[in-house]
């Protein structure tokens, strides 16, 4: 978890990209004031934490209480016990000397063993602001009803645009706003624009845990059967915690019949909706490292190449199986799977890696030393089109020539000027 952390005067604790000093004059939250929070261990309601800083430099407290950015000697040096008090404020107190972090306004040390004001600080998320909102009382993902204008609390799959929300941090409060362009505010309805009514304090645990609480202390959870998200005083079993996670890549496949890859049968690969449903999105799980994709579907299984070249949904991450080389061609997607062929559909709408080539008719055009064309061309050709008459028109290839026809049905470029022959209606 990404956070970064404000002190009593409003400043940010700041590691200095040069050197390993750490102080608190930043004034924003930028990569020097953005620190990674990493528990190592639970001790009841309080967590032990490492806190590291944007170069992979460790919080570290000395004998004698200075407060610098370095490598841990010891575990123990690196390690704070973190606690999170009813005003959302957090206490650092490292563990070995019992000592509180603090500041004076510029710098940072660790040197006293009684609690006071200026061993409180604000913690501010780091993370991404487009994100889903997850309930683990419920286990249940939170969504924009644009009909009704109000959010609940009742999505078991984040596949819906409606799912994600954006997080604005505006003078030490959050915005909620939603898919629609709207804001989660104090009243049950979602307002237009961003106010006093739809400011929130954003109280934040370690694992990106968060819970909302208006001006005048009252929390926002789900309630009632369809689980409203609304401010009440009495939530129950924690159910006020929402796990904020970044917005998932959720793709649907569309086939050129305008068919949707679904599952059915829980793990065949069908190409039959007409419309999108959640049996027909795929997280986009891309692996920079070998450039390929695994698809996952709702029940949390793979897309996978099994026997006789079909695909199914069962697999799992490690498979090898569940890795497709990807090609994109002016907004299409070809998936290459694992055995070296493509997917398409069989005329029943199964989904099977079958293809030697992608797409029907192959990819692209290439010209040829003798100005014909050849369909295994791997790049994209660029021609000029030349209006001529009414529905008709000229086309310039890549070599400056004329396409045309000739009188053996070959397609040639080398036509210098335009000629009946030359001429294409549309």
């Known amino acids: 978890m990404q956070i970064g952390l404000v002190d009593w005067t409003g400043g940010y604790l700041t590691g200095e990209c040069y050197g390993d000093d750490v102080s608190v004059l930043g004034s924003s939250l930028g990569k020097k004031q953005t620190w990674k929070l990493r528990v190592t261990t639970e001790q009841g309601k309080q967590s032990v934490v490492a806190v590291i800083g944007h170069e992979g430099q460790h919080l570290l407290v000395e004998a004698d209480g200075t407060v610098h950015c370095g490598q841990p000697v010891t575990d123990k040096q690196s390690q704070f016990l973190l606690e999170v008090h009813p005003s959302g404020a957090w206490t650092l107190q490292q563990l070995e000397s019992k000592k509180f972090l603090e500041s004076d306004g510029e710098d940072v040390f660790c040197v006293s063993l009684g609690l006071t004001a200026h061993h409180l600080w604000m913690p501010q998320l780091a993370e991404h602001a487009h994100v889903v909102l997850f309930n683990p009382s419920s286990q249940l993902y939170a969504r924009t009803d644009p009909e009704l204008n109000r959010v609940w609390v009742d999505a078991p799959v984040p596949y819906l645009e409606e799912c994600s929300f954006l997080l604005r941090f505006r003078k030490g409060t959050c915005h909620l706003e939603t898919s629609n362009q709207k804001f989660v505010s104090r009243a049950e309805k979602l307002a237009k624009m961003p106010s006093t009514e739809t400011a929130f304090h954003l109280n934040l645990k370690p694992g990106c845990l968060v819970f909302l609480t208006d001006m005048e202390g009252h929390v926002l959870y789900p309630q009632g059967r369809r689980g409203l998200l609304c401010l009440g005083d009495h939530p129950v079993e924690n159910e006020e915690w929402f796990v904020i996670k970044r917005c998932p890549q959720w793709v649907s496949?569309?086939?050129?019949?305008?068919?949707?890859?679904?599952?059915?049968?829980?793990?065949?690969?069908?190409?039959?909706?007409?419309?999108?449903?959640?049996?027909?999105?795929?997280?986009?799980?891309?692996?920079?490292?070998?450039?390929?994709?695994?698809?996952?579907?709702?029940?949390h299984k793979y897309l996978a190449q099994r026997q006789f070249e079909n695909v199914m949904a069962d697999g799992y991450a490690t498979e090898v199986e569940t890795r497709f080389q990807v090609l994109w061609h002016y907004g299409r997607i070809f998936l290459k799977a694992p055995g070296g062929r493509y997917l398409g559909t069989l005329p029943v709408g199964l989904v099977a890696a079958r293809a030697m080539h992608p797409g029907r008719g192959k990819?692209?055009?290439?010209?040829?030393?003798?100005?014909?064309?050849?369909?295994?061309?791997?790049?994209?050709?660029?021609?000029?089109?030349e209006i001529q008459g009414n529905n008709l028109l000229a086309i310039i290839a890549p070599n400056g020539y004329y396409l045309r026809g000739d009188r053996e049905g070959c397609l040639v470029a080398d036509g210098e000027e335009v000629t009946r022959d030359c001429l294409w209606e549309f």
């Open 253 to 299: 496949l569309k086939t050129r019949t305008n068919r949707y890859v679904s599952i059915i049968s829980d793990s065949e690969v069908y190409a039959g909706p007409k419309k999108a449903s959640p049996m027909s999105t795929f997280l986009f799980e891309m692996d920079p490292g070998t450039q390929t994709v695994q698809l996952r579907d709702v029940h």
């Open 363 to 385: 990819s692209f055009w290439s010209l040829t030393p003798e100005r014909t064309f050849s369909p295994w061309g791997k790049f994209a050709l660029n021609f000029y089109l």
